[in-house]
């Protein structure tokens, strides 16, 4: 009846309650995260030590930040068009230490590559971007921000929440510190776990936010005098969790990259093209780039003078699931997508529209 991410998580579930611990043991336990860090590792070409798993994005952005704790006279690099989740662990941080927060132009709908390097200097510890935007899908040029922030000496950090699973990511050609994801979006996995890339440099240099019995290299050693983080990665785990969201995750990466993400990034630009043609005959205006470099598979648009949140549910009523987010209307065409949906929404729009 279940079958992929769904069914990890229900069986995972389902033994617990019938079992308890009988086969959810402590060994079993242990090695909860080894499928995701496998899979993980895979997902963004890199290996499974390098990997942390937690409970979200958010909270392995909050941990991340508190270990990289920029000081009073230092600074944190972001753009105002940001989720909030990605900026917020900062600047809770940056309020505590008197660290300053640069977010560049919030004005318009894209962030500028050059506005951002410009916020970049000596002071910068910490660059901290998504590599597509979640409103308009535009994609950021990862690698020159990189080169800029090493160059003066700043961490690269990276919200891959709306790209990872539907666009290949590869993190030592992006030459990123760290990349962190949710699950849930492009990667389609439950709620309930997210992942984390953290270069090799980083594991004994940092020291996680948050700690817990796990957070000790031998996990079932208990003694609460000690602390002794692992060498890697998974110094970031540091609690029990819905480990079935974990498993429910790693399934949904390994069908994925059978299919192969750079195929799946193909076949969603074709959806996303077909879209834009379609919006553009009804006059919308498209505010997602369409240029290769800069583009994403995220459709983002304003239709005639029409509120955004409304268009959004009427079109939710009729069964075609988009977001409103600010003040665009979001279509994020994935893999379970064909060209009969895309008409499909063309059709419902006519139908809000008259
Ligand atoms: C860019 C981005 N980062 C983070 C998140 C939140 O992730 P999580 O719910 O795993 O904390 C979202 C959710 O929409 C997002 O779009």
């Not at 983080?229 to 540091?238: G, T």
């Not at 919308?284 to 994403?296: G, K, M, N, Q, Y």
């Not at 995220?298 to 003078?305: G, M, N, Q, Y």
């Amino acid at each position: 009846m279940y079958s992929g991410a769904e069914r990890a998580v229900v069986e995972w579930m389902h033994d617990l309650a019938e079992n308890g611990t009988i086969h959810f043991d402590e060994a079993a336990e242990e090695q909860a995260f080894a499928t995701l860090h496998a899979s993980a590792a895979r997902l963004f070409k890199c290996r499974p030590e390098e990997i942390a798993v937690g409970s979200s994005a958010t909270e392995l952005l909050a941990s991340l930040a508190w270990a990289v704790a920029p000081t009073a006279g230092s600074n944190i690099v972001s753009t105002g068009l940001e989720f909030p989740s990605t900026i917020y662990p900062w600047a809770r941080v940056a309020h505590h230490t008197g660290a300053e927060v640069r977010l560049g132009d919030t004005k318009g709908d894209y962030p500028l590559a050059d506005d951002l390097i410009g916020l970049i200097d000596p002071g910068t510890t910490v660059v901290c971007v998504s590599d597509v935007i979640y409103t308009t899908g535009q994609r950021l040029d990862v690698a020159g921000l990189a080169e800029a922030a090493h160059r003066n000496g700043a961490l690269v950090v990276i919200d891959a929440t709306q790209s990872a699973g539907g666009i290949p990511i590869d993190v030592g050609a992006l030459g990123v510190d760290a990349l962190i994801t949710a699950s849930y979006k492009w990667l389609c996995g439950p709620f309930g776990v997210g992942v984390m890339y953290l270069a090799p440099h980083l594991h004994e240099r940092l020291e996680p936010g948050l700690v817990g019995f796990r957070s000790h290299e031998r996990m079932w050693d208990l003694r609460a005098d000690r602390l002794k983080l692992p060498p890697n990665a998974h110094r970031f785990e540091f609690s029990t969790m819905a480990y079935g969201c974990a498993s429910g995750l790693a399934s949904s990466i390994d069908y994925l990259l059978r299919l192969d993400v750079g195929r799946i990034f193909s076949r969603n630009k074709t959806l996303a093209d077909l879209l834009i043609e379609g919006l553009r005959e009804r006059n919308a205006e498209i505010l997602s780039p369409t240029d290769d470099a800069a583009r994403s598979s995220i459709v983002a648009t304003r239709i005639a003078d029409m509120d955004v949140r409304i268009l959004a549910e009427r079109l939710n009523e009729a069964g075609i699931v988009v977001s409103a987010r600010r003040n665009v209307l979001r279509f994020s065409p994935h893999l379970y997508n064909d060209a009969d949906d895309i008409q499909q929404a063309l059709t419902a729009i006519d139908r809000c529209l008259s």
